[in-house]
């Protein structure tokens, strides 16, 4: 009996016992856990604190963004996809007027310039402001903004700009040019004073008549020089045909060489429409020919040819027998008073540039010494013509 007691007691013992280690191990478990559930708390709150951080700093960055937007000089308008103003700040309000939320670009373009947009780089509005366009795609979501500059006063005072340096240069070039002008006056002067004696025989007058009047011509394309070079960009222009300008020049360059018994060839692959002034074009291929000639008086051959380049603008080129030129001349010589001649101004070649520049066009120079010269003008046609072929060899003399 008492040998069972003692069994059932060490029984219960060690019941008592795995169920202490069992509690034991439970209630560490459920510390742990405890401490965990307060870890992750911890971190929760963390997170959702730098969350909320987060969130006031964007929302203060689009705040300032807005400022700033507001704040900005230029006009900016931002479209969506379908070209629609979706957003605007004060400035594009204040130059474009309203309308403009919801209203398509192309509309409100024509409301403020008075032509269809062409995505030309700058515009005059009606109001008569003059605006630089910059429009650039939205890179994360379809449609594009649109940053409109006032540059009125930027152009003008480049306009002031330009017109003083041309002054200040004329100023330079005033006693030049009398020093230049004073010999033909005086070699003028003394051959018209001789034309008044009555013993003169008549081929001499006639001989004196034509030196007075190659004296005069002389001083008369000194002056025309000066003019076109002050005058800077501000040309009347004409539309005129490619074939009919060709044949004045050819005219004009004919007449201009017959003196020198020199050899003038036209090639015209050329077709379309400039908008141009003749007198200035006229001029510069009369320089040109005219700096040929000074280069090679005797056994001049000139060559214009007129033909299309690859962008179809008009591309003439004159060609030349001469000499040449070394690169350290090359170098200068549509520089303004630049010459290697002590009869020359140095003014011819400037006159050139600013002729082709005042078309949008181009000038360009390819010479080696022994190897003759060639001047290239590039001008832009009003259209793309068919280009037709036909070749024209006429002398001057
Ligand atoms: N076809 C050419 N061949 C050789 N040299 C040239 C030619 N064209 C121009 N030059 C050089 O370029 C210089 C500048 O030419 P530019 O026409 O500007 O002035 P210029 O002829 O000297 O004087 P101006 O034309 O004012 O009477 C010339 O002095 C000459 O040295
Ligand atoms: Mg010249």
Not at 78 to 88: A, F, M, N
């Amino acid at each position: 009996m008492n040998l069972a007691t003692d069994g059932r007691t060490r029984q219960l013992q060690d019941a008592f016992q795995a169920f202490n280690r069992l509690s034991e191990q439970l209630e560490g478990s459920y510390r742990e856990l405890e401490q965990r559930v307060q870890r992750l708390n911890e971190e929760l709150a963390a997170a959702r604190s730098e969350r909320l951080r987060q969130l006031a700093e964007k929302e203060r960055l689009a705040e300032r963004l807005q400022k700033l937007l507001s704040a900005l000089p230029a006009a900016v308008v931002v479209l969506d996809g379908k070209d629609c103003i979706q957003e605007c700040n004060p400035a594009a309000l204040a130059l474009l007027g309203e309308p403009l939320l919801g209203r398509p670009w192309s509309e409100v373009h024509l409301r403020a310039v008075g032509v269809a947009s062409s995505g030309a780089p700058e515009v005059v509005l009606k109001n008569g402001r003059v605006v630089s366009v910059t429009r650039r795609p939205l890179e994360s979501e379809p449609g594009s903004i649109v940053v409109l500059q006032d540059v009125t006063e930027v152009r003008a005072m480049q306009d002031t700009i330009h017109r003083n340096q041309r002054l200040s240069a004329m100023g330079e070039m005033a006693a030049g040019m009398a020093h230049q002008i004073r010999t033909p006056l005086a070699t003028a002067l003394l051959y018209v004073s001789q034309l008044g004696r009555s013993d003169l025989r008549a081929d001499d007058r006639r001989r004196f008549a034509d030196k007075v009047l190659a004296r005069l011509r002389h001083m008369e394309s000194q002056v025309n020089d000066m003019l076109s070079f002050a005058k800077g960009g501000r040309f009347g222009m004409e539309v005129l045909s490619v074939k009919e300008f060709l044949d004045e020049a050819r005219a004009s360059l004919e007449t201009q060489l017959r003196p020198l018994q020199a050899n003038f060839v036209l090639e015209n692959i050329a077709d379309g429409r400039l908008t141009a002034n003749k007198e200035a074009l006229l001029g510069v291929l009369g320089n040109l020919a005219d700096n040929a000639a000074n280069a090679r008086p005797q056994g001049l051959h000139l060559t214009l040819r007129a033909e299309l380049d690859a962008d179809a603008h008009l591309l003439l080129r004159v060609c030349d027998n001469g000499p040449g030129m070394a690169s350290e001349t090359l170098e200068r010589i549509f520089d303004p008073f630049f010459t290697t001649r002590s009869e020359g101004t140095g003014l011819g070649l400037a006159v050139v540039q600013a002729v082709i520049q005042a078309h949008n066009g181009q000038v360009g120079v390819h010479s080696r010494p022994g190897k003759g010269t060639e001047f290239t003008i590039t001008l832009p046609l009003r259209e793309a013509p068919a280009a037709c072929h036909e070749t024209e060899y006429r002398r001057a003399s």
